[in-house]
């Protein structure tokens, strides 16, 4: 990573403060309450994108709603990522920045507000969400590239690729439908390029502790959204008529599944995986997966609610699967961004827990059964710490 001549600690609340690129040695780096307050807003859109999908697949209209599901999350994941990229490395926390992060902020709900649309097609509002938490990013790198002048062409490079794919999201919402998705795949790789294409030239300063804590809390978040959107779920159905009985084994199950997923993701730091620009890139970029994952896990717990009282069209393999599927993702991501790195012993037991996942739908309990096979894992992987740990003194 490049050095940084920058200040160890923003100017809090100054008027205006130069943009000066942060040490990446900083000590007691950790998120600020802008940070904080900027993710609690995300937590609107990823409420509306789980819910879309809950529904859709209830519905047995699993195909769109995968696919709506995934562009939204797209859009919600690649804007807070570059959020706190740039946090990471320029975060001076003056007025004018806590302006533009505001204004970041209100594409977020301008964003949310058009998540259901998405999933019929129609990328009007979703569009104007986006362009509007993007073109303040852009306003954010321009202000940098002034400021830090060995990281001048990074910061223009940033501001014109954000920029001009941004033209090709407007002209995206105004195009025939069969032009959506083919143009959706298109600008998506063109916005997943920029951050290589502007890093080339001369890094940015990003912090490997800060980047680290961003990304655990994200995760927390979604997770938390599950836990909520389960909960919701059980709400209505008890409401309906149905039965504590009907319920209580997706909500055993559901509460092992969440809380061994945490778990497997903060058993130890990461952030000493972060050692080359090239690693954080593939770190960053697996994260869509995990934070999808996790994500969509709240969305099937919903779904096995509404099998189990009677309120989904959806059969009991199929609610399994709307589960088994996505803890499943989460559990090769964590593999391989987590734990294949560090070369253990164990490494291969996170993708055999995956397929006993996968196959969990083929009995009658598949959320306890998929609860208990985490929690088993997540033992395995703590005994073996445990043994390792005096080996490594």
Known sequence: MAESTGPAEPP???????????AVDEHHR???????????????????????????VADRDVADGV??????FFGLWWAWMNFTWFASAYDCDDVPYRLAVFVQMTGALIFAAGVPALAEGDLGVGVAGYVVMRLAAVAQWLRAAASDPPRRATGRRYALGIGLV?????????????????????????ELLIPAWAERVAPTTWHPHHIAERFGLMTIIVLGESILAA????QSALRAGGAPADVGPVIVGGLLIVFSLWWLY???PVHDLLTTLRRAFVWGYGHYFVFASAAAVGAGLAIAVDQATGHADIGSRGAGLAVAIPVAVYLICLWVLHTRPRGERIRYLGPLTALLVLLAPLTEHAIPLTGLLLAALLAVQLAAGRRARPAAV
């Open 12 to 22: 809090c609340g100054r008027l205006v403060a130069p943009m000066t690129p942060r």
């Open 30 to 56: 950790t998120a600020t309450p802008l940070e904080l307050f900027f993710d609690l807003v995300f937590v609107v859109a990823v409420a509306q994108a789980s819910s879309g999908l809950h529904h859709a």
């Open 67 to 72: 696919i709506g599901f995934a562009m939204a």
């Open 166 to 190: 941004q033209l090709g999201w407007i002209g995206l919402a105004f195009a025939p439908a069969a032009f959506v998705m083919p143009g959706f795949l298109t600008f998506l790789v063109v």
């Open 231 to 234: 909960t919701v779920a059980i």
């Open 266 to 268: 903060f058993d130890r």
